[in-house]
T-cell receptor, first 114, second 113 residues
């Protein structure tokens, strides 16, 4: 039962353009969402998060949008840079039970080309 | 400002042996989480601990796996009698409070021969 889904396993974007990574979730109890970036043989690096009380959060080149009615969030990277090439994971946690447990998607591999 | 530390980075074990994975959280963090990543998959939650307490072990296999976070020293994930299916990357994360952002270590890559 995949509660967090990243349906695009890979994405290729030209340097300077916008990268849009998508994530869907099924559990309506999730209230906190995060994006992590991962390079091979390294641990995930936190990028940006958003609480369910917001619909947008911005940090430099990274913006996360949350559409609660559609149970959908997206990460926008503008402008994309070659160093952004990595696997991006969407993660979610909920208000009930053990709120701290993160549920991850399967990741989207972003390739930023010159 | 050291981040989350994990050792060893790579561990090779033969079937039936024990594997011990260590995690030192970021300074000041008292919440530790263990996740496992199988090849071509996302990270899967295993266990959440605070000092001397297991808060949530809903992701831990029922047998052979155990975790601890003693008052002093690192958190330990222990896998007894390893099997080939245990081969994976094991990541530790820590947070300041229970609902705060989790910061990950570099992982331990376990290979079972």
């Amino acid at each position: 039962d995949q509660q967090v889904k990243q349906n695009s396993p890979s994405l290729s974007v030209q340097e300077g353009r916008i990268s849009i990574l998508n994530c869907d979730y099924t559990n309506s109890m999730f209230d906190y969402f995060l994006w992590y970036k991962k390079y091979p043989a390294e641990g995930p690096t936190f990028l940006i998060s958003i609480s369910s009380i917001k619909d947008k959060n911005e940090d430099g080149r990274f913006t996360v949008f949350l559409n609660k009615s559609a149970k959908h969030l997206s990460l926008h990277i503008v402008p994309s840079q070659p160093g952004d090439s990595a696997v991006y994971f969407c993660a979610a946690s909920g208000v009930t039970g053990t709120a701290s447990k993160l549920t991850f998607g399967t990741g989207t591999r972003l390739q930023v080309t010159l | 400002n050291a981040g989350v530390m994990q050792n060893p980075r790579h561990l090779v074990r033969r079937r039936g042996q024990e594997a011990r994975l260590r995690c030192s959280p970021m300074k000041g963090h008292s919440h530790v989480y263990w996740y496992r990543q199988l090849p071509e998959e996302g990270l899967k939650f295993m266990v959440y601990l605070q000092k001397e307490n297991i808060i949530d072990e809903s992701g831990m296999p029922k047998e052979r796996f155990s975790a601890e976070f003693p008052k002093e020293g690192p958190s330990i994930l222990r896998i007894q009698q390893v099997v080939r299916g245990d081969s994976a990357a094991y990541f530790c994360a820590s947070s300041l409070q229970g609902k705060d952002t989790q910061y990950f270590g570099p992982g331990t890559r376990l290979t079972v021969l």
